[in-house]
């Protein structure tokens, strides 16, 4: 039940960019004779609906196809401490493996325990296949989220702008009165007031960040609460050593949001930064990936 309620509070957001399949440039579009022809501009409205539709059909076709698998470093900073891991993406779901611990490398004893954890991983696939069945179930709920985004807020165009990804459009958006949460998903919406920023060339979010502005509560408050004053920020560029196809990803994330979870109050205060992205081959399965990250690849 907590890993459940806490995907609802925290997920929405984040996974709705984690691990998308690589699309073409859509500023190219191809003719019959294979040569580019400049897209039309966008602005406006029109920006923010296009480029959330892109991040809409990038997570839809990430949950089915893994032609374009990766791996990265992920390294997780939380009051309790710093986590650094390997994270290989495969046809079977993503296998990970710990290398340091607050910023320093793995103990001899704690370099044993990670490697005979994931030797025992091999022999069970079994909970390789109940952790793949788990990321799919969050996609799922996640794009719930992602649909409602177009009709769930006001757009206001806030100017011109810079990323580390280039040249922005940013834009604000508050709740859209009109907008009636359907599911469990999308009941944080209505509080949500923020700044999205727009890759205008590749059509793609580069930045969000959002702000609770009242409490949210979930079941009648039963299953969990949201305090006012939360945030959340976003970051995701193109990662991949392809130019003719998008390889965008996740780069950074930053949660400060409380609450309570059933009859326990939680602190979410976490910084994940992925980085290092390299491509795999296609078609790699998890037994191959934890036999790469055993032998330390």
Do not use: C
């Not at 374009?68 to 046809?91: D, F, S, V, W």
């Not at 001899?108 to 069945?133: C, F, I």
């Not at 702008?161 to 009636?180: I, L, W």
């Not at 059509?203 to 609460?225: C, M, N, S, T, Y």
């Amino acid at each position: 039940m907590y890993r459940f309620i806490a995907l609802l509070l925290l997920i929405p957001f984040p996974i709705l960019w984690m691990n998308p399949v690589p699309s073409v440039n859509p500023v190219l579009a191809q003719t019959s004779s294979g040569r580019g022809v400049a897209a039309p501009t966008l602005t406006g409205q029109a920006l923010v609906e296009r480029a959330l539709a892109n991040e809409l059909n990038a997570a839809q076709e990430a949950n089915h196809d893994a032609s374009h698998p990766m791996r990265y470093q992920l390294r997780k900073a939380n009051p309790r401490g710093i986590t650094t891991k390997e994270i290989l993406e495969t046809r079977d779901g993503e296998v990970a493996r710990l290398n340091a611990i607050n910023d320093k490398p793995l103990s001899a004893a704690d370099e044993t325990n990670e490697e005979a954890r994931l030797n025992a991983l091999l022999g069970d696939p079994a909970k390789q296949r109940r952790r793949k069945q788990a990321e799919e179930d969050d996609t799922g709920r996640a794009l719930k989220v992602l649909r409602a985004l177009p009709s769930a807020f006001l757009y206001q165009d806030a100017g011109p702008g810079e990323a580390p990804t280039g040249k922005v459009e940013k834009f604000t958006f508050r709740p859209n009165p009109g907008f009636d949460p359907l599911s469990l998903e999308t009941e944080v919406l209505p509080a949500m007031t923020g700044e999205i920023w727009i890759d205008p060339v590749h059509l793609r979010v580069a930045r969000l960040e959002a702000h609770l502005q009242k409490d949210v509560v979930f079941g009648w408050g039963i299953l969990g609460r949201l305090n006012k004053g939360g945030w959340i920020v976003i970051e995701q560029a193109d990662v991949g050593p392809d130019k003719g196809i998008d390889q965008w990803r996740t780069v950074r994330l930053q949660i400060q949001m409380s609450g309570r979870v059933v009859f326990k109050n939680r602190v979410f205060d976490t910084t994940e930064v992925q980085s290092n992205y390299a491509p795999l081959p296609q078609g790699m399965s998890y037994q191959e990936a934890v036999e790469l990250l055993l032998s330390g690849k």
